[in-house]
């Protein structure tokens, strides 16, 4: 048995994911040229594509991490009520913010994370996502950096979990969905 065998179909291959990440490291690294930046990924889903990514930035920079809640065990959807269960290290008052998250589903998640971090008064604050899915967003939030657009299908692998499992899958796939509607 193999996590391989639970995927309807591979979305985004590791070949695909390089490539882009690639690019989103030169723009992030022109972007910022010449200036301070923290990424902050949002813990656990972004850890993955945080390491690879900052090792396409070409500049230096600073990383630090939140851990947001808002999914509840064997769920495909957020419940809507964000609560942060790990706070960040760094005072970023004054410090151009990057955050960097692995999806964008409905948007509630990423929009409660902007608002709490804008009360702290950073420099700048912008959004490096990686997946989004456009059918299913209920908050507009602008993406300044964004991987894929995808279908509304659940996706695991690349740090992504449908309960705790699946995140080591070195490709996006679509989780044969059976496995969740059960
Ligand atoms: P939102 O608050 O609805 O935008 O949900 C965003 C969060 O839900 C992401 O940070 C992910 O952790 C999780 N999520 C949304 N869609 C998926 C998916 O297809 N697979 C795994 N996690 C997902
Ligand atoms: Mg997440």
Redesign the pocket.
């Known amino acids: 048995m193999s996590l391989h065998d639970d995927i309807a179909e591979v979305l985004i291959t590791e070949e695909e994911l390089h490539k882009k990440i690639v690019e989103l490291g030169q723009a992030i690294s022109r972007d910022y040229a010449g200036q301070d930046v923290l990424l902050i990924a949002?813990l656990k889903?972004a850890t993955i594509f945080l390491s690879d990514l900052m090792r396409q930035i070409s500049i230096p920079h600073e990383i630090d991490f939140m851990a947001i809640s808002?999914?509840e065990g064997k769920s495909t959807e957020?419940t809507g009520v964000v609560r942060i269960i790990m706070d960040l290290e760094t005072n970023i008052r004054d410090r151009n913010v990057l955050i960097v998250?692995?999806?964008?589903?409905?948007?509630?998640?990423?929009q409660y994370i902007i608002e709490n971090l804008e009360t702290r008064r950073p420099a700048s604050i912008h959004i490096c996502c990686l997946l989004e899915k456009p059918e299913r967003r209920e908050v507009d939030i602008p993406i300044d950096y964004l991987g894929f657009s995808i279908p509304n299908r659940?996706?695991?692998g690349y740090g992504?979990?449908?309960d705790s499992i699946y995140r080591n899958l070195p490709y996006i796939g679509v989780l044969r969905p059976e496995l969740y509607t059960g």
């Not at 998250?101 to 990423?110: A, K, N, P, R």
């Open positions: 949002v889903g808002s999914y957020s998250e692995d999806i964008i589903d409905s948007g509630y998640t990423l659940f996706v695991v992504l979990d449908y």
